[in-house]
Structure formats: C-alpha cells, structure tokens
C-alpha cells in the first residue's frame, strides 16, 4: 500500500506500507492491504506504518482525517 502522512507544514512520512494503524475517534483501528474505500476523523496519539520490509516509524498526531482508496492511504493530520 502507498502512504502518505501530511501535516499543514510538511509531508513526514511518503512509501510503501504493509500495516497502518491509526487512533481513531473511537479507539485504534488498522489498515491492510486491499481494505475497503473510507474516510475517518482521527484523535490524538500515535500512526504506526510497518513498512514492506517489516521495520515499523511511529508518528504523534494531534487528530486529522483519513483518506484510504484502491490501496493509497493519505492522513492529513494535526
């Protein structure tokens, strides 16, 4: 899957991912590949991106949106 993490003053984190988990309104949730088209409102805490070759970043968010469809995932967060 293609991920992009973009804040209003940077893009911090553009590649491939096998496993994005993301704190959710309502609790954590993940994505894998092949996961269905949705939009979501994100809370604060922590992105978790295992990339392809199975090292994970973490990235502190203070909330944002999340775009998923036909394997991209874009998170504008805060």
Do not use: C, R, W
């Not at 940077?10 to 949730?29: R, T």
């Not at 894998?32 to 809370?43: D, K, R, S, T, V």
């Not at 070759?53 to 991209?72: A, C, M, P, R, T």
Request: negative net charge; glycine residues 8%; hydrophobic residues 45%.
């Amino acid at each position: 899957m293609n991920v992009e993490i973009i804040t209003p003053d940077k893009n911090i984190f553009k590649g491939e991912a096998s496993l994005v988990q993301l704190p959710g309104a309502d609790g954590l949730f993940e994505i894998l590949h092949n996961h269905a088209p949705m939009i979501a409102a994100l809370g604060k805490g922590k992105v978790k991106v295992k990339k392809t070759d199975n090292s994970f970043d973490y990235f502190d968010i203070d909330g944002g949106v999340l775009e998923v469809k036909n394997n991209k995932i874009l998170v504008l967060a805060e």
